[in-house]
Nanobody, 128 residues
Framework: QLQLVESGGGLVRPGGSLRLSCVVS????????IGWFRQAPGKVREGVSC????????YYADSVKGRFTISRDAAKNTVFLQMNGLKPEDTAVYYC?????????????????????WGQGTQVTVSS
């Protein structure tokens, strides 16, 4: 079993920055793909960014390209999402998710159903 715990959300002004963290734990904290997703009120959940175990390729939604960066600290089993240049439309609950049982490697951020393990989410609010 894999557990994901997000943190780092909060209230920030437009143009500001936040760094989200996702701690991966469990008997064998390994995964095939890991990603960040978000869901705004009244909207469907959408992919933000993802990366795969074993390589450093990263993938982003067009709406966040150039502003957000996904990275990981393997020694700490932690995945990060650095968010710069935040906009009000970035306001959402942000979720970390992993393809753990599913042998899925991401090549884009649209295949939400391939992820079988989810964290509880962290709220990000961008407002002046």
């Amino acid at each position: 079993q894999l557990q994901l715990v997000e943190s780092g959300g909060g209230l920030v002004r437009p143009g500001g920055s936040l760094r989200l963290s996702c701690v991966v734990s469990g008997f064998r904290p390994a995964y095939h793909a890991i990603g960040w997703f978000r869901q705004a009120p009244g909207k469907v959940r959408e992919g933000v960014s993802c990366m795969n175990s074993g390589d450093e390729h990263t993938y982003y939604a067009d709406s966040v390209k150039g502003r957000f960066t996904i990275s990981r600290d393997a020694a700490k089993n932690t995945v990060f999402l650095q968010m710069n240049g935040l906009k009000p439309e970035d306001t959402a609950v942000y979720y970390c998710a992993a393809a753990y049982l599913a042998r899925y490697f991401c090549s884009g951020v649209t295949e939400i159903n391939q992820y079988d393990t989810w964290g509880q989410g962290t709220q990000v609010t961008v407002s002046s």
